[in-house]
Structures are given as C-alpha cells and as structure tokens.
C-alpha cells in the first residue's frame, strides 16, 4: 500500500507542479476557471454524489464501522485538483492526497478480506503515507494518522504500521525525484521568560487565525448550500468571483499554492494583509466546491501572518513565520502533536521549542471547531 501511495503521490506532485507552471506562463487560463469549476461541478453531482464529502467520507470510515472509500474518489479528486491549479483556484494538495491514498487502501483490504480493526489500521496507515509522502515528512505523517484517524486516541497496534508506511511512501516519492521546498530559519532568539512570551502572544494570534478560518469555511459553504440548489452553479460561482478579483487585482499571489510567497515569508517584509487576502481566496475556493486542500494555505497564512506579526512583537522574522506555518494549521486541524512533529522535521530541533509553545497555545484558543471534523460542511 506504501509503494503504490508512494508512486500515487510521486505523480501528482509532478502533475502538480507542470501544472502551476503552466498556467503562471498563461494567465489567461485563469479566466475559464468558472467553466472549470462547473464541469467539475457536473462530474461529482451526476457520477460522484457518495465521494462530493472528500475528507469526511475517509473521516467516517476510520471511525465508524462498515463504512467504505469507493475507489472512483482517487481519480476523481486528481482531475477535480488538477483542473483547479491548472486555472488558477486557491487550493492546497493534501486533501487530495490523503483521498487517493485511503482509496487505494480499500481496494487491498478486498481480496485480504480482513477484519474491521484491521481496516481501521490499514486506513490510518495509508493517512500516514499520503501525508508523509506529499510534504515529504513522513515521521509527522504517521503522528497524524493517528491522531486523526484514531480520534486522538492512540492504538498501539498502529503505530509500527503507520511510521512504516509513512517511511516507505516519502522513500519512494523521493526515489522518482520528488523534491520538496526546503525553508531556512536563519536566526533563532534565545530561550528566556521574555521571547516565550512573545510566543505565546504569537500562539494566541495564530489561534484567533485558524478559529476565523474554520468558522468562515463552515459560514460560507452553508451560504453556497442554501442559495445555490443546484451544485455544479456553486464552483461556477466561487470560480468568477476568483477570476474577477485576479484580474482586478493584477497578482497571482493569492491562487495556487504560494510556495514562492511562503518562502518569501521566512527573510522578506511582505505586505501586513497578505494573510488575509490568501484567506478570503481559499475560503471562496474551497467553500464553493472546488477539490484540493487546505493544509499548503494554511501554511501560507500563518507564515505570511508571522511575517506581518514582526511589527507588533520582537521576535526574527524567520522564526515568526515557521511558527506561524505550523500553528495556524495546529488550531485548524486539531492534531497538535503531528504539528510539532511536521515543525521539527521542517525546521529542526533548534526552532522546536518556539514552534510547540505556539502549536499548543493555537490548538487551545481556536475553539472546537476543525477542518477535519465529521460534522464539518
């Protein structure tokens, strides 16, 4: 299952990347996003009505038993993630990834013909190695998976299968030359009473963040729901309003993944709204319909909010904004554990202390509410 998660990721992320580079050469692409985002609209209403819930339909198998992953979401949420990179929709790629990955790992647990805890460990498993293998941090994959897709409460029996899987599918992503982008933390204050309390300032700042954008997310796709009856409209919609503001806007900065923009965060001073804008833009995108993920935007705001966190609280730049890049997730995602984890292997030990005290402090002040709830639109 880790191999074929492995080389099921290898190949998206190379799709991926051809894809935002070729739109960046033809921005006019960006403009059929509307069209884009009805088609895809038409695919999962007709053909996709038992997959349309992405994270929530492998949410629900992992916690509840004889329910299933169809193997329809795999291709599926690859063409639906494609088609919004390639015209220029704010998305992320985990979703994606983790979707293929659960997918694929359903079809083995066929002809095993295995028991129902058994196929709880085989789905966290393969979290594990999707999220592993797609951020190329297979350590805070299997973490995770286990405290995602076990409820927060840890099962022995999947810990051995998770770290190995995680380990195995990053092996082979890098195998097929995978490259993942590396971020530097230049300057690192010392540990004293003072600079932890800066960072619980910090932590307090990236929880309010993540709270706005969970409950934003759970506002705006309500909205869409309840005005827009017929679903392929709502990516149509969420696809115009998108286009619009690009063109009006004259900046790609906001669409994509943003990685040029993430790495800028870690040594440049970049505009104090950056956060908010790339916000605004992925609630819109994703909350109108359109497939991908929400982790690499959450990256995105926390660590351009951190860089804009510069002018209030005395702290390097670079380590705000990888703090910021793994809080703000933290309190969106409620696996604080994972994203201390994601934290050391990203940016060292050295930035860990820094990180945690701000993971800890964003998963407690952003509320209940998650993007990896069940019961989230």
Known sequence: MAILVGLASAVFLYSLHWATQYRQHHLWLVGLLPIGGFLVGLLYHYYGKNIGGG???WLNAS????QTVPFK??????????????????AGREGTALQMATAISYQLAKPLKISASEKKILLTAAIAAGFGSVFGTPYAGAVFALEIALVGRFRYKAFFPAFLSGMFAHIICTLFGVEHTNYTVVVLPPITFLTLMYCVIAGLAFGLCAWLFCKNMLWLSGIFTSTIKYAPLRPFIGGVLIASAVFLMDSTTYIGLGIPTISASFGQPLPTYTFA???VFTIVTLSAGFKGGEVTPLFFIGATLGNAL???????MGILAAMGFVAVFAGASKAPLACIVLGVEMFG?????????????SYFVSGSSGIYKVNNA
Request: net charge positive; with cysteine; charged share 5%.
């Open 63 to 66: 916690q509840q038993p004889g």
């Open 73 to 90: 979401m795999a291709p599926f949420v690859y063409l639906g993630t494609m088609i919004s990179h390639f015209l220029g929709a704010s």
């Open 277 to 279: 804008l790339k916000m």
């Open 349 to 361: 030990f050295s930035s860990g202390c820094f990180i945690a005290l701000a993971s800890v402090i």
């Open 55 to 57: 994270n929530k339909v």
């Open 310 to 316: 510069v002018c209030f609280i005395p702290l390097p």
